[in-house]
């Protein structure tokens, strides 16, 4: 069974740019959660998906945003782009949350975004 | 409010010695799982092990243990007869039962170095 995988794996933006991540979750799983990891801040929930709505959302600005198409797949977008927003994005999925408290996340390599 | 700390940000062992990760955790959820991850340098978090708080069974899997301790809010994490491969971060992570769907808490990670 194939794994969490995130597009691409590297990216580089300048400041005020904005910039959409993609992440395909395993098969069967509905649920879409992202969270960035900073040395500074650790890792951070950014928010959560399920059946193309967002369900639970970390503290982040406006300008980080998301969405969850039919098939599950997941996109992130984040505008105006900032030098603090370096960081590494991690997708994770997993059963629908009714199932899931007891299942772990399933995590893939993440996106590493640079923004000079 | 949750939080996890991990107060070991680094260790360093020599290989085939034990080394046990510590974990403490803040929650108001009378229900709640705890997990520990481990990332390697490719980026991605490998679920390790998880815990729900109404079982305090500690358990070993191979060369990994756990032990829970709901009086002290404690989940430390054992590896047994440690190996180079075992060098990562490791992190603990709560998620909790009131509506948090997939929201992890994550501790601040524990850098374990493994040598020769």
């Known amino acids: 069974k194939a794994g969490v995988t995130q597009t691409p794996r590297y990216l580089i933006k300048t400041r005020g740019q904005q910039v959409t991540l993609s992440c395909s979750p395993i098969?069967?799983?509905?649920?879409v959660s992202w969270y960035q990891q900073t040395p500074g801040q650790g890792l951070q929930f950014l928010f959560e998906?399920?059946?193309?709505?967002?369900?639970n959302k970390g503290n982040f600005p406006g300008r980080f945003s998301g969405r969850q198409f039919s098939n599950s797949r997941s996109e992130m977008n984040v505008s105006t782009l900032e030098l603090g927003d370096s960081a590494l994005y991690l997708c994770?999925?997993?059963?629908?949350?009714?199932?899931?408290?007891?299942?772990?996340?399933?995590f893939g390599n993440g996106t590493r975004l640079t923004v000079t | 409010a949750q939080k996890v700390t991990q107060a070991q940000t680094e260790i360093s062992v020599v290989e085939k010695e034990d080394v046990t990760l510590d974990c403490v955790y803040e929650?108001?959820?009378?229900?709640?799982?705890l997990f520990w991850y481990k990332q390697p340098p490719s980026g991605e978090l490998v679920f390790l092990i998880r815990?729900?708080?109404?079982?305090?069974q500690n358990e070993i899997s191979g060369r990994y243990s756990w032990n829970f301790q709901k009086s002290t809010s404690s989940f430390n994490f054992t590896i047994t007869a440690s190996q180079v491969v075992d060098s990562a971060v490791y992190f603990c992570?709560?998620?909790?039962?009131?509506?948090?769907?997939?929201?992890?808490?994550f501790g601040g990670g524990t850098r374990l170095m493994v040598k020769p």
């Open positions: 994770a999925s997993s059963l629908a949350p009714e199932r899931s408290y007891n299942s772990p996340l399933h």
């Open positions: 098969s069967g799983h509905r649920s």
């Open positions: 998906y399920f059946s193309e709505t967002q369900r």
């Open positions: 929650t108001r959820d009378t229900t709640y799982y």
């Open positions: 815990r729900n708080s109404f079982d305090e």
């Open positions: 992570a709560l998620r909790g039962s009131n509506n948090a769907g997939n929201m992890l808490t």
